[in-house]
């Protein structure tokens, strides 16, 4: 496939005009079997390196780019796979989540139960990192983006905890003197409460939190009382009234 690593059926479709559908499907099949390719997406498939083909598992790192170039979406890496990317590689994620934009795919987890597609309504573009991968270039959060994301997106993850655990490696690298109205139009308010109360309360790490406190008052929005978790009643929770959280669960984190 003219030395790409990834290619559709189309393209095989194009290649070998006289073959049949289902005879193209089976040569694919048959090579599947054999471990020489791997069907990732709908159509869409990747060509199995040598470094891989023990196990016949290709990393997403080494087709997402090429994947989203061919759904034809943006997109970048999210969660505890960026977080991984900045060095918080406590928290290892047995999934890759990918956040990319609204309609969600119609994809089934048996096509590949790797991915973990996170969706947005627009991707904050100035905000992402670039770095050079096996095959290109990969897209991912920067360290504050990504520390947004955690506690805006934290049921993709599993808890608050698992959080909180991985914001104490990643505070190492964040700077919120860049979180800015622009970043803030992108994200949730809420979300970015939830953030200053475990930066403050349970990390300690209070400089970092008076620094995003300021940049929310710069933001000019008023500050609603929110739960610190969607999934804990707030009866009787006590109130953080700095972050203007109600305080309806306990967060542990590891120890790293």
């Known amino acids: 496939m003219h030395g790409r690593n990834t290619f559709p059926f189309e393209k095989v479709r194009k290649a070998f005009p006289n073959t049949s559908i289902q005879g193209l499907s089976n040569s694919l099949y048959r090579q599947t079997v054999k471990k020489r390719i791997v069907s990732v997406y709908k159509s869409f498939y990747v060509i199995i390196p040598p470094q891989y083909a023990a196990r016949g598992i290709v990393p997403p790192s080494y087709y997402i780019d090429q994947l989203m170039e061919h759904i034809g979406k943006p997109y970048y890496i999210c969660l505890l796979n960026a977080a991984e990317l900045h060095g918080a590689a406590y928290q290892r994620s047995q999934r890759f989540a990918v956040m990319t934009t609204y309609p969600s795919a119609n994809v089934s987890k048996a096509k ?54 991985v914001l104490a490696e990643l505070t190492e690298e964040t700077d919120f003197s860049r979180v800015s109205n622009e970043l803030l139009d992108y994200t949730s308010v809420s979300a970015v409460q939830r953030l200053g109360f475990i930066l403050d309360n349970i990390l300690e790490e209070n400089e970092q939190a008076d620094i995003l406190y300021k940049q929310l008052c710069n933001y000019g929005k008023r500050l609603n009382y929110v739960p610190l978790s969607t999934r804990s009643p707030n009866k009787n929770a006590e109130k953080d009234t700095r972050w203007k959280i109600y305080i309806n669960t306990e967060i542990e984190i590891d120890e790293l």
């Open 112 to 165: 590949n139960n790797i991915l973990n597609w996170v969706y947005r309504k627009e991707i904050p573009e100035n905000f992402l990192q670039i770095k050079n991968s096996e095959t290109g270039t990969l897209r991912f959060s920067n360290p504050e983006l990504t520390a947004i994301d955690l506690l805006q997106y934290e049921k993709h993850i599993g808890s608050l905890s698992r959080a909180a655990t």
